[in-house]
């Protein structure tokens, strides 16, 4: 099957079979992203060894399912390892075999362990296993490549990532699968022969992100309101229940990760990690820092620095469409369908809500647009620290040529159009900003307008216009 987009990983993917040393690549991301669909299809299901971990499953269950693909991959043993030593024990006799399996570019074994933090069960001893199988035979086997996976993003980045002990240095390459692009959904859309406007598509990713599985769950037979509908307001929709899988599947003990995620979907403007910590659920010390680091890592937040750079002022916000969708709607559970809630007042603040959310994830499309691609940059976000003032600018672009960009993002059903009231507010916030801060490069208000942009006598005051189209750029 075709790879939609991924050309980054895959030319990661690529330089791993190229290499000339053992590589030990870790791929991980939030669930449902397409990690194991993008390893299998870009070597073509064919590994030296594959195998992958069971959900809620014990060690002896797991262990099972391990000796499963070393019989099928040529293994002589046919009792079941009684412990992750001689599994791996077994998985070196394996890949020193004369008939196990190669690949064709470069000769070089592969090893693609799937949902590895499943095997990890208690007292197993299988991280002290696989340190042992990569420290003592595996790191000096320069024909190897071994990859590892998983959703478990708190199990990935712990014990494999930030881990000072056996693994610290072992890992040789990180792939941090992220959400497809809208040029990328486009792309999907048009594989599965689902015919939409790309005003239909910002609008499924407003909803959905870019979740390749959710995605693919679409009929193409359907609206996109009617498949909003069947997938998330139904009982048996298949996303009626993902948020909290999504969340359980991600982390061993999710409730103060969710509890971050339902103060920031409170409070669009976001969060400082000191506003946080005063959240009962939520506490403060070393557990906040580790659940924002992951939950950034994940892709559902992102951590902004205030552009005044006061102390404490890095301001977290929810960037996930999805998750952001199904606490306003499906969680709250005030309507059944999602054609109750279409036009409703909180529809319509979702909606601007949401958009921003696009927009915060395509800031290099955005850039690309305004031609400055090729210029270094910073990106930030700005709140007034004037008391009284509710003054703030989601993102702003700060440009080493000297110029900054406070970008303003609207959806509107129609070709946006200032008015005297909205034009009075861009002045007021840029000239808010401008004493604030005291910068000295000059300022460009540019409009990101989801659905065009209405010339008029106020349009003066928009340096650059961006629109829904041009968020699309590959």
């Known amino acids: 099957m075709k790879i939609v987009g991924r050309k980054r990983e895959k030319e990661s993917l690529m330089k791993c079979l190229y290499s ?17 669909y993008l390893i299998k299809e870009f070597f073509n299901k064919q590994f030296s060894f594959y195998t992958t971990g069971l959900t ?16 099928f991959y040529g293994s002589e043993e046919k009792e079941q390892p009684k412990d992750w030593f001689e599994a791996f024990s077994r998985l070196r006799q394996l890949l020193e075999s004369d008939t196990v399996y190669r690949e064709p570019i470069n000769n070089r074994r592969l090893v693609f362990l799937d949902e590895l933090p499943w095997m990890d069960t208690a007292r197993s001893d299988f991280k002290s296993a696989l340190d042992y199988f990569w420290n003592s035979w595996g790191s000096s086997q320069e024909d190897l490549v071994l990859i590892v996976c998983g959703s478990a993003t708190s199990w990935i980045i712990s014990n494999l990532l930030t881990n000072k002990k056996g693994f ?4 040789t390459k990180r792939i941090h699968l ?9 792309e999907l859309y048009e594989l599965n022969d689902i015919a939409m406007t790309r005003k239909q598509m910002i609008e499924s990713y407003m909803v959905f992100g870019g979740i390749p599985h959710y995605l693919n769950l679409m009929d193409s037979r359907l609206s996109l309101a009617q498949n909003i509908n069947e997938l998330c307001f139904k009982e048996y929709g298949e996303l009626h229940n993902e948020y909290y899988n999504l969340f359980y599947s991600l982390f061993d003990k999710p409730g103060k990760h969710m509890a971050i995620i339902q103060a920031l979907s409170a409070n669009a403007e976001g969060l400082t990690r000191t506003e946080l910590s005063k959240v009962k659920e939520i506490g403060g010390g070393s557990v906040l820092t580790k659940n924002l680091r992951e939950l950034e890592e994940c892709g559902f937040i992102r951590r902004y620095s205030n552009f005044t750079k006061e102390e404490n002022s890095a301001i977290y916000q929810l960037i996930d469409p999805f998750t952001l969708f199904s606490i306003r709607f499906i969680e709250s559970k005030k309507f059944d369908s999602w054609n109750e809630y279409i036009n409703s007042p909180s529809y319509n603040a979702w909606r601007g809500n949401s958009f921003e959310l696009v927009c915060l994830n395509h800031v290099d499309q955005i850039k690309a647009s305004l031609g400055i691609s090729g210029i270094e940059t910073n990106e930030f976000a700005w709140k007034s620290s004037k008391p009284g003032q509710a003054a703030q600018i989601d993102l702003i672009i700060d440009r080493k040529d000297d110029v900054i960009n406070l970008c303003e993002m609207k959806y509107t059903n129609e070709d946006y159009a200032l008015d005297q009231e909205e034009s009075d507010k861009l002045l007021k916030r840029m000239n808010l900003f401008q004493k604030e801060t005291a910068t000295k490069k000059a300022i460009h208000i540019t409009l990101v307008s989801g659905n065009g942009f209405k010339q008029n006598k106020y349009s003066g005051i928009v340096q ?3 629109t829904g189209e041009d968020l699309f750029q590959g």
């Open 178 to 186: 992220n959400p497809f692009s809208l040029s990328e959904c486009e």
């Open 464 to 466: 650059n216009v961006i």
């Open 20 to 36: 000339k040393r053992p590589e030990f690549l870790v791929v991980y991301g939030r669930r449902r992203v397409g990690k194991t």
């Open 56 to 71: 809620d499953d014990k060690m002896k269950g797991q262990l099972r399912a391990f000796n499963e693909s070393l019989l």
């Open 168 to 171: 610290h240095n072992r890992v």
